[in-house]
């Protein structure tokens, strides 16, 4: 499943490159012109990282970042800083509200991606594993084998690529919408209801043999990989 990236940016050429080089990478890419538009991506899809112009037409890149760091939802997000201005002033506000990272314009494309690796390495370490491992499950995401407590676990193709996704974040609550965008895809025609079937399927594999169970529902909100009892 390719890391999602988030371009949070008005200069559409610019944007057009920066999505050119990081697909050219492997990573998926979704963009917004402004604040109001990316925050709403936000809500609505699962996102890995964010890459943040400064100087946007209606909310900043500081005051965005600031929004980001005080909703328990995307709070976790990392973000990278993208910005024309230059000065350690400039630098240091943009870190103490949030950010991860900075980049001033004109980047290096190289150096760009090597701080988005690097930033996910820490954040996710997933990402760079071939095993995941939450509990007493483990998944290799190179043979597509999935085991509990050393007990082989058959799951179809939706209820493999739905656990993939939650073991590669686990804790974070993920809504429906979310859910259906990371697995399915943004222009699937998928319903909720569909996600609670398949959600209801992968419990029933992985608990089997009256196992704990690690899926937890978030009424109002969503299903999370979590210890329930």
């Not at 609550?173 to 079937?197: K, M, P, S, Y």
């Not at 419990?203 to 210890?227: F, H, P, S, W």
Request: charged share 30%.
């Amino acid at each position: 499943m390719k890391p999602v990236i988030l371009v949070i940016e008005d200069e559409t050429a610019l944007v057009t490159l920066i999505r050119y080089n990081l697909e050219a990478e492997g990573f998926e890419v979704m963009d917004a012109p402004d604040g109001e538009e990316g925050l709403l991506i936000l809500s609505e899809n699962a996102v890995d990282l964010i890459l943040l112009d400064w100087m946007l037409p209606d909310l900043s890149g500081i005051e965005i970042c600031r929004q980001i760091r005080r909703r328990s939802d995307i709070r976790n997000i990392p973000v990278i800083m993208l910005t024309a201005r230059g000065e350690e002033g400039d630098r240091v506000r943009g870190l103490n509200a949030g950010a991860d990272d900075y980049l001033s314009k004109p980047f290096s494309y190289k150096e760009l991606i090597a701080r988005i690796h690097a930033i996910l390495r820490r954040i996710r370490p997933a990402l760079e594993e071939k095993t995941l491992t939450f509990h007493d499950m483990e998944m290799n995401v190179v043979t597509h084998r999935v085991t509990r407590d050393n007990r082989s676990v058959h799951l179809g193709p939706t209820e493999y690529r739905l656990l993939w996704h939650l073991m590669e974040n686990p804790g974070r609550v993920f809504t429906r919408d979310q859910l259906i965008n990371a697995v399915w895809g943004h222009d699937a025609e998928v319903d909720e209801r569909t996600v609670d079937v398949h959600i209801r399927r992968l419990r029933q594999e992985l608990n089997a043999k009256d196992e704990v169970d690690v899926i937890r529902t978030v009424r109002g909100a969503g299903y999370a990989l979590d210890l329930v009892g």
